[in-house]
T-cell receptor, first 111, second 114 residues
Framework: GEQVEQRPPHLSVREGDSAIIICTYTDSATAYFSWYKQEAGAGLQLLMSVLSNVDRKEEQGLTVLLNKKDKRLSLNLTAAHPGDSAVYFCAVRFYYNVLYFGSGTKLTVEP | DPKIIQKPKYLVAVTGSEKILICEQYLGHNAMYWYRQSAKKPLEFMFSYSYQKLMDNQTASSRFQPQSSKKNHLDLQITALKPDDSATYFC?????????????FGPGTRLTVL
């Protein structure tokens, strides 16, 4: 199956700084990429998704970059605030209905 | 109002017993899924259903059986429970299968097997 590596496992930034999370994947046929946020004790909230023909997408302070050559997906939270503190997961899909998740990044944004 | 309901939120079971995890979605979606999140592994896909038919099964054990009594229901029956089954089980749904259809997740059922 698809292998998805996510780093870093833990990330601590100060309020107003940027936070960058990176995922790499193995299957070049991967076609759909998503980022989810999981707050403590809660389910997964979908943040953003991109198709493989998109290199960059920005929405509400979030930037997703896709480098297909390097099989790398990144999430950049610009100007992070304490409410962004959560665990973030990347998920990739090459199989039409199966999401393969990274191991998660616990982001802490300190005031 | 929550659009994907999972019941119960917490569940404690003894080894060897059987439990059913409930999932209902009120998004009008045609596809539903189960994923598992344990301390040892990242979120893992288990099953997908579309129009109440099994589409994909990546769970090795037959102890896990999805049950779809209605289009917006996908329950998960787990028999002969083992401590290794302890995990948070997430239900998800999407409008349909195929690329471009987002999967939305419920709040999860945290199962502890003693």
């Amino acid at each position: 199956g698809e292998q998805v590596e996510q780093r870093p496992p833990h990330l601590s930034v100060r309020e107003g700084d940027s936070a960058i999370i990176i995922c790499t994947y193995t299957d070049s046929a991967t076609a759909y990429f998503s980022w989810y946020k999981q707050e403590a004790g809660a389910g997964l909230q979908l943040l953003m998704s991109v198709l493989s023909n998109v290199d960059r997408k920005e929405e509400q302070g979030l930037t997703v970059l896709l480098n297909k050559k390097d099989k790398r997906l990144s999430l950049n939270l610009t100007a992070a605030h304490p409410g962004d503190s959560a665990v973030y997961f990347c998920a990739v899909r090459f199989y039409y209905n199966v999401l393969y998740f990274g191991s998660g990044t616990k982001l802490t944004v300190e005031p | 109002d929550p659009k994907i309901i999972q019941k119960p939120k917490y569940l404690v079971a003894v080894t060897g017993s059987e439990k059913i995890l409930i999932c209902e979605q009120y998004l009008g979606h045609n596809a539903m899924y189960w994923y598992r999140q344990s301390a040892k592994k990242p979120l893992e896909f288990m099953f997908s259903y579309s129009y109440q038919k099994l589409m994909d099964n990546q769970t090795a054990s037959s102890r896990f059986q999805p049950q779809s009594s209605k289009k917006n229901h996908l329950d998960l029956q787990i028999t002969a429970l083992k401590p290794d089954d302890s995990a948070t089980y997430f239900c998800a749904s999407s409008q349909d299968t195929g690329l471009g259809y987002e999967q939305y997740f419920g709040p999860g059922t945290r199962l502890t097997v003693l």
